[in-house]
């Protein structure tokens, strides 16, 4: 088997090295207590502490229904402080880590209890709907309703700021902008979910702008230490377009969003698991991804996300189609992700499907999140 050793060589991003190029992907957890981060999820990220870097799970950045109701936020102090525990935490173990910033725009619901507190709609773009979903937690596991069209954009905008300032206040190294998976940046993207005629829909540069104003005022904060995930296939959360506007919008958006001086911008590949079947069809427009984009980043690192194994990793990273490689449902049921890889020793945990969130549940919360066995090491 060809050797992974290239993934264990440094890599500059921002203002720090890294010891590897094995980042930890964002990936909902659903353990934080009334929107609180826990001593529990202190435990779960050291455990993983030796990824090159760690990117949260999605914080969000103001009070929204989210189909995930023991999220965490970054709206306010009790909330910074319990973000704070974590990263004191991965930097005593010699790690590094990103905050992710969401919001997921229409996919909430307006009976969700921290959508109520917000005492505000479900904002969107436009006042389309996106098609499934479901809120477990919610009488009849409702799907997704009619959002509200946001009036002014720049409101979330500052938001997302006030959200970059907490984050340096909880001592992170960076944040990362949750630009994927059908949320708000990728519904401002999408001609199918954004119909505005004002500046901030319509054409290409326009549907762009909001992720890019967003952007360059998480670099006002945070300055090189910024990224943005993308995930051009679209497909999770009801987002897609036909190819040629899917090319069009995401070369746009990337080209100016390298421009600014991001430390990476990590592109998804497509994923099944990721794209849903909508009215008999797969939603999302496959195509490749890094075929499509790479060739487009001259500044920010390449980070390559979607079913990436060490293996390929390698590969990619020899070949400089990426500069490294981005694991997300592996790193689940394997804490020592890194070792695994560069040992040679198979992703093999099985994981506890039941369990992988926490889906409200009030106890045993370990249970499927801290509790995966690590490989044996001679």
Known sequence: MPSTDVLFTPLKLGDVTLPNRIFMSALTRDRAVDTIPTDLMVEYYVQRADAGLIVTEGALITRQGSEWQNAPGIWNEEQVQGWKKITNAVHAAGGHIYCQLWHVGRASHPDAPQQILAGVPVYAPSA??????????????????TPTELPDPWVIIKQFREAAVNAKAAGFDGVELHGA??????????????????????????????????????????????????????????????????????????????????????????????????????????????????????????????????????????SRKADTISIGFNYI???????????????????????????GKKEHLDIGYTDYPLAVYN
């Not at 991001?262 to 698991?273: A, C, D, F, P, V």
Request: glycine residues 10%; proline residues 5%; neutral net charge.
């Open 128 to 145: 389309i709907s996106a098609r499934g979903g479901k809120f477990r937690f919610l009488p009849g596991a409702p799907g997704y309703v």
């Open 181 to 318: 998976n059908g949320y708000l940046i990728a519904q401002f993207l999408d001609n199918t979910a954004n119909k505005r005629t004002d500046e901030w829909g319509g054409s290409v540069e326009n549907r762009a702008r909001f992720g890019l104003e967003t952007l360059k005022v998480l670099k006002e904060v945070f300055g090189s230490n910024v990224g943005v995930r993308l995930s051009p296939c679209g497909g999770f959360n009801d987002v897609g377009m036909p190819l040629q506007d899917t090319l069009d919008t995401f070369s746009y958006f990337i080209t100016e969003a390298d421009k600014l001086g991001l430390s990476y911008i990590t592109l998804i590949r497509h994923q099944e698991s990721m794209d849903p079947v909508i009215d008999g069809t797969r939603r999302a427009t496959n195509h490749d991804v890094v075929a499509s984009y790479r060739h487009l980043i001259k500044n920010a690192k390449v980070v390559v996300n979607g079913g990436v194994l060490p293996q390929e990793g390698a590969e990619l990273v020899e």
């Open 333 to 359: 049921s394997h804490p020592d992700v890194v070792k695994r890889a560069k040992h040679g020793k198979p992703f093999d945990n099985i994981p506890n499907i039941p369990h992988l969130q926490g889906a």
